[in-house]
């Protein structure tokens, strides 16, 4: 439809009209509007399947079912553009099976504390790799004429407090750390909607916050889609308008509708602003017409698609040489998790899976004639259980290798609460420890949505897989990586520190007296661990593969460069093992100097390869002016200066492989900043400021 139709339209419809376009009719719904022939847009979650419940007014019983996809930890982990891609299509179609206009999904806020419990919906601590991935993700579901909701913006960095508690946050840091992953989605793929977070940023409500809203989302960056409201996250519905919340979710809220009819009479609020509203709605409940309904989805097919994505999600942390697994002819399964699949996570993004691989049954039909023993290794619950793990230990030294499944349990991490610490369960700890050393051949396969503590007992592991909240065919996905059919590839997107109080956020987390102080600054993940020069139990980017690697011939385009121009940066990688297998090459920046401080350095670029034994590829990154500048906040703006870059290539943040120095010419004609309150310093090394100082100096 038309821009004039629309506005056509707008100028057909009643101030009440208008109004109650802008809140929800049912718990997934907007509100139709058959004189005008405005049809509703139906919502649902989101966002690693389709949660659609059959009830529109019902928050949340007996969801349609769905392919349950692996969680962002686990997708982001395989730091694939295309595959995210593939996911968004393949999502794109269960929408459409499911009479779904809108996916409520992705979720791109930054893993601040692993103890956040929401982390295993969110993709990583880098908010160049998050952007990245969410755009692929936003692609894919919107190339099949699905939308998507961008959320939670901005800063809902944990779930304590999560509906009133205010981050604290400067503005550098929003605009460098909080921020760039929803700017790079916006720009690279236009999500159809964004959602707004539940808490307060810097005291305002993020439903009510115009800076963010309307300066920075729409005006600067240029969304073209419409501010849908977390659900509930509305507390003054014109306050909300004003700040440029267009949609409010869910309804039926005849109250708020009534007081923004009221506010346009008053003259409190302007109607062209409702108008804007409505305007961005209509827009994409038309644009949701226009798509396709209704065919079935390849449940089988989509089912598949979850194990491949899966299989290059998982990251082998770990690996003395006893995986892939050979000639094994008994095998001890030891923990729950391998009889139910911990394969998602809790809240709102609950899926009703289609089907479900059960990894011991994976395991054993891929195990062909050996021996398999299974023992439950744990409760449920979070009772002591020596018994269990006597028998454990048992079947464990019965057999050649001992498999651990190990979940950490729903109740220690799920969407509406925070983690209070990093470990496994006391039993589950205790299981390990006496396992590993009754078996040295003792694999432990973990299914978290964030990072865990295993000092108590790493030591001990032969080998270590993160399989995450892995899908609904995680199980099978395993196995594949087990037993070699699947060459592990995935590398951790978020940092997994010794400790709890090793973390970024641990003086300023959770907040007190209703506020969460971002004291940390920019100096979150990797940036925190780098500048402290601080241990970590595996770095941001580690992951390793049942082959090796060799990286040479690290080229630029150019030495000198000035920065609109931006730089491309090349490198060959070399499959120095025995078998297929997979690299994730990353590109870090480091400045040299700059006229603030920064970061030792940042994640700019990364490619996925894939290579033969023996095989060479060059792999190319382009690195565009924002990869070498920092929000200035005195000029209120990007700023890249003139001076020494070092260009990091590594298979992790921890193990850079060889590096390229390069010289940037700025071209920026910035503001000169100097006034009485400047110190000689910085007049002197302002090549503006010098002149001027230098004579009056020696007077
Ligand atoms: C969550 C959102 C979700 C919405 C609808 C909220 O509580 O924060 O992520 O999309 O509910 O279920």
Redesign the pocket.
């Known amino acids: 439809m038309s821009m004039t139709d629309i506005r056509s339209i707008i100028s057909q419809m009643t101030l009440e009209e208008k109004a109650a376009l802008c809140t929800g009719a049912t718990a997934w719904t907007t509100t139709p509007l058959e004189r005008l022939g405005v049809p509703e847009l139906f919502v649902s979650?989101?966002p690693h399947g389709i949660r659609r419940v059959p009830d529109e007014n019902s928050?949340a019983i007996g969801a349609l079912p769905a392919t349950c996809f692996p969680t962002a930890s686990c997708t982001a982990a395989s730091w694939d553009r295309d595959l995210l891609r593939e996911l968004g299509e393949a999502l794109a179609e269960e929408a459409i099976a499911l009479d779904v206009d809108v996916l409520?999904g992705p979720?791109v806020n930054m893993k601040r504390t692993p103890a956040c419990g929401r982390n295993f919906e969110y993709f990583s601590e880098d908010p160049y790799l998050a952007g990245e991935l969410a755009a692929s993700f936003i692609n894919g579901v919107q190339g099949r004429g699905v939308g998507t909701s961008l959320?939670?913006y901005a800063t809902n960095n944990q779930e304590y407090q999560r509906m009133t508690i205010s981050s604290e946050v400067d503005e550098r840091t929003l605009r460098e750390i909080y921020l760039p992953a929803f700017e790079t989605a916006v720009k690279k793929a236009q999500p159809w909607t964004v959602?707004c977070c539940?808490n307060r940023v810097n005291g305002i409500y993020g439903s009510e916050h115009h800076k963010l809203l309307t300066e920075i989302l729409k005006d600067e960056w240029g969304l073209e889609g419409f501010v849908v409201s977390?659900?509930g996250a509305v507390h003054d519905r014109v306050a909300a308008l004003q700040g440029g919340l267009d949609l409010e979710m869910p309804g039926p809220r005849g109250r708020r509708v009534q007081a923004v009819v009221e506010a346009v009479r008053q003259g409190k609020l302007a109607e062209d602003l409702l108008d804007e509203g409505v305007r961005r709605i209509l827009r994409i409940v038309f644009k949701a017409a226009e798509a396709p309904k209704g065919a079935a989805f390849d449940a089988a097919g989509h089912h598949a698609l979850a194990r491949k994505i899966a299989g290059e999600g998982l990251v082998l942390l770990k690996n003395d040489g006893v995986l892939p697994l050979k000639n094994v002819r008994r095998i001890a399964v030891i923990g729950h998790a391998a009889v139910e699949a911990h394969f998602q996570g809790g809240g709102?993004s609950h899926i009703n899976a289609t089907q479900v691989d059960v990894p011991l049954e994976a395991l054993k039909k891929r195990a062909g004639d050996a021996q398999i023993a299974f023992c439950e290794g744990y409760p449920a619950d979070d009772s002591s259980q020596p018994a269990l793990i006597e028998e454990a230990v048992a079947a464990a030294r019965a057999a050649d290798v001992a498999l651990l499944y190990i979940a950490l349990p729903t109740y220690k991490e799920s969407?509406g609460y925070d983690r209070a610490d990093l470990d496994l369960t006391a039993q589950q700890t205790a299981l390990i420890q006496a396992v590993t050393a009754a078996q040295p051949k003792s694999v432990v396969v973990l299914h978290n949505g964030s990072a865990v503590t295993m000092s108590a007992w790493l030591g001990g592991a032969a080998a270590v897989l993160e399989a995450w909240m892995m899908g609904q065919a995680g199980g099978s996905a395993i196995a594949d990586v087990l037993f070699g059919d699947v060459n592990p590839s995935g590398k951790l997107a978020e940092t997994f520190p010794l400790r709890l109080a090793d973390t970024p956020a641990y003086i300023n987390y959770p907040g007190e007296n209703g506020k969460v102080r971002y004291g940390e600054g920019l100096f979150i993940g990797y940036r925190y661990y780098d500048v402290r020069e601080q241990p970590v139990l595996f770095p941001f980017g580690h992951g390793l593969s049942y082959t090796t690697f060799g990286y040479a011939a690290p080229r630029v385009s150019s030495e000198t460069f000035r920065d609109v121009d931006g730089l491309t940066v090349s490198v060959d990688v070399t499959n120095t093992g025995p078998v297929a297998g997979k690299e994730v090459v990353q590109i870090y920046v480091r400045d040299h100097k700059a006229s603030l401080v920064r970061p030792v350095k940042e994640l700019k670029g990364f490619a996925k390869v894939a290579l033969e034994p023996g095989e060479t590829k060059t792999v190319t990154v382009t690195l565009d002016f924002r990869a070498f500048a920092f929000y200035h906040p005195a000029y209120k703006r990007w700023v890249a200066e003139d001076g020494e870059f070092d260009i990091l290539i590594g298979a992790s943040a921890a193990d850079i492989r060889c590096a390229k120095t390069v010289t940037l010419k700025s071209t920026l004609e910035l503001p000169c900043l100097l006034n009485r309150e400047s110190t000689t310093r910085e007049w002197l090394d302002d090549p503006r400021g010098k002149p001027v100082f230098k004579p009056l100096a020696s007077r």
Do not use: N, R, T, V
Request: proline residues 0%.
């Open positions: 979650d989101g928050m409520l979720g959320k939670h959602m539940y977390d659900w709102s969407e």
